[in-house]
Nanobody, 123 residues
């Protein structure tokens, strides 16, 4: 069973930094992408950044220039470095691992979510 565990959230003042970690169990070649999402109260869950198995990164517009996603393959961990934080970055941040299993018969895709970690940015 794949497990996804986030850590690193907390309370920080505007302009400060946090680094979130996403640890996933069971490293396999089926991992396609790992992404960070966030959800503020009363709002939908939005993609923040993602990194593919090949190392390609993608960022939401609000994250470009302030957030950096990276990975440590040996530790099965993906990081989200968040700098120049703003009060509007306050949200629960979730990590999602997307697997793609390809066999002769079919392609199966699976999503595994963590429980989330709270990030609060005070003004």
């Amino acid at each position: 069973q794949v497990q996804v565990v986030e850590s690193g959230g907390g309370l920080v003042q505007a302009g400060g930094s946090l680094r979130l970690s996403c640890a996933t169990s069971v490293r396999t070649s089926s991992i396609d992408t790992i992404g960070w999402y966030r959800q503020a109260p009363g709002k939908q869950r939005d993609l923040v950044a993602s990194i593919s198995s090949g190392g390609r990164t993608d960022y939401a517009g609000f994250a470009k220039g302030r957030f950096t996603i990276s990975r440590d393959i040996t530790q099965n961990t993906v990081y989200l470095q968040m700098d120049s934080l703003k009060p509007e970055d306050t949200a629960v941040y979730y990590c999602k691992r997307h697997d793609r299993v390809i066999t002769i018969e079919r392609v199966q895709e699976f999503d595994y979510w963590g429980q989330g970690t709270q990030v609060t940015v005070s003004s």
